[in-house]
């Protein structure tokens, strides 16, 4: 196995597409490094991206936010900016792992690595995420729901990484949440996770609205449905039953040791509600 | 496989060393450099026990390569006391008896350390989730707890004073 750490993105690109083993690419570690230990994956090259400035870098952007590969979700915790934009992607990324795994582990690690129970990524779909992926046809932009193809698999081809995830600029009285049900308190897989994201007209009715769920199908899902039941709607009783519905409706969870298929049916509405309810209380205070 | 050489800071001193590409920063702490402060409780990143802190942020060293130290700042539990003067964390841990096997407790005094530096006056919620990711077999944690608040108020007493 080889490591290197490149300073160029032009240089990772070329080291991963003319790599003819196997190759990974090195962020905060915390997925590829299990996997190395246990002898899941054995790559023949390393790239480490952390010594590449533009991947460790989080810039404001056409009132946006604009977040390198590299960034470990520590560094969005601790971004006001961030925080206050977009507090449901925040506190997404703040549910994965310990305070330990948080120092290392990237958003884009997350969305990469393509469990279909990542919490960061139901909450950047919310958001309208777009990855700026490199290779060797040079760079490309794509919604993040198009990155993970099904469980550990992506649609990157040979020689691509992503490199950065755009946070777009949202209207006022806009607001966004993610949860997730786990049976304990804190460090653990979700059984089913949830975003909403939604804006409000000055009348209080609800303008636009994207809902997505998390580990109920072999990857997120963005559910029109969903979000349509809330469109037009003052996000009243009626609107957060149609959404409970429409969510649970659009779910086509596995049974395993973490949940069973009904469960995680049911599950998958009530959260939807619930977090529904906290993105429209965080719109009426913008 | 070729060799690594890696240049980087520990505990404020230089060092040097070469090392595979697939070895750990915890393997090399431990097996290069006989700093074997850090234990290894997992090898995965569950039990925190390998706890040390990498350009300012608390990792787990099982969960990055020695490769990776090149060029940064690692601090580890043997750089906590100053000589034989102990860090009031470690005072208060003997002081509490949160300790009792002691396989946890270094990666739990540098976690601690961490979270003092950002928060000096943490509540006994914010430990508990701080400390979520370092696994005591012995203690059940509530002298742990409170050996951390009470070093907290010491030292936020003697900065006061200061």
């Known amino acids: ?68 590969a590299a960034v470990p979700s520590a560094e969005l915790s ?29 958003i884009v690690g997350n969305l990469c690595n393509a469990s279909p129970a990542a919490d960061s990524v139901p909450a950047m779909i919310v958001a309208g995420a777009i990855a700026t992926v490199a290779g060797p046809q040079g760079r490309r932009e794509l919604p993040v729901e198009a990155i993970a193809a099904g469980p550990g698999q992506t649609s990157l081809a040979k020689g691509e990484l992503v490199i950065s995830i755009f946070l ?14 786990i049976p304990r308190t804190e460090m653990d897989i979700a059984v089913v996770g949830v975003g909403v994201s939604l804006t409000l007209g000055e009348d209080g009715l609800c303008t636009a609205a994207r809902v997505a769920l998390g580990a109920v199908a072999v990857r997120a899902l963005l559910v029109d449905e969903a979000a349509d039941a809330l469109i037009g709607t003052a996000v009243d009783e009626a609107a957060l039953e149609r959404l409970a519905a429409a969510a649970s409706a659009a779910c086509r969870p596995i049974d395993d040791k973490r949940g069973t298929k009904e469960f995680r049916i049911k599950v998958a509405g009530v959260l939807a509600r619930r977090a529904a309810e906290t993105a429209l209380e965080r719109a009426r205070r913008n | 496989m070729a060799g690594h050489h890696v240049s980087t800071t520990i505990n404020g001193d230089a060092f040097e060393f070469v090392c595979e590409p697939d070895e750990t920063l915890l393997d090399v702490l431990r097996d290069r450099l006989s700093l074997t402060g850090s234990k290894e409780g997992c090898g995965t990143g569950d039990c925190g026990a390998c706890s040390v802190i990498l350009d300012g942020r608390l990792v787990c060293s099982c969960l990055v390569l020695g490769a990776e130290a090149e060029g940064r700042t690692i601090a580890t539990i043997e750089g906590m006391a100053d000589g034989d003067r102990l860090h009031p964390l470690q005072r208060k841990f003997l002081e509490h008896a949160a300790l009792q096997c002691g396989i946890c407790t270094p990666g739990i005094l540098v976690a601690a350390k961490a979270l003092l530096e950002k928060h000096p006056d943490p509540s006994e919620t914010e430990i508990r989730y701080w400390l979520a990711g370092n696994l005591c077999r012995c203690t059940g944690y509530d002298k742990i707890v409170r050996a951390v608040l009470d070093a907290a108020a010491e030292i936020r007493e003697g900065r006061d004073a200061a």
Do not use: C
Not at chain 1, 1 to 30: H, Q
Not at chain 1, 86 to 99: D, Q, Y
């Open chain 1, 78 to 106: 601790e971004h006001p900016g961030i925080r206050a934009l977009w507090p449901g992607v925040v506190e997404a990324a703040g549910l994965i792992g310990s305070t330990q795994i948080q120092g290392r582990a990237t």
């Open chain 1, 168 to 181: 777009p600029g949202r209207p006022p009285r806009s607001g966004d949440a993610y949860l997730r049900f």
């Open chain 1, 1 to 68: 196995m080889r490591y290197e750490a490149p300073e160029r993105v032009e240089t990772a690109v070329s080291l991963l597409s003319g790599e003819r083993g196997l190759a990974r690419i090195l962020a905060g570690g915390t997925d590829l490094l299990v996997q190395l230990k246990s002898g899941m994956v054995e790559p023949d090259l390393i790239v480490d991206i952390k010594k590449i400035p533009e991947m460790r870098r989080i810039g404001a952007e056409n009132g946006g936010f604009r977040i390198g």
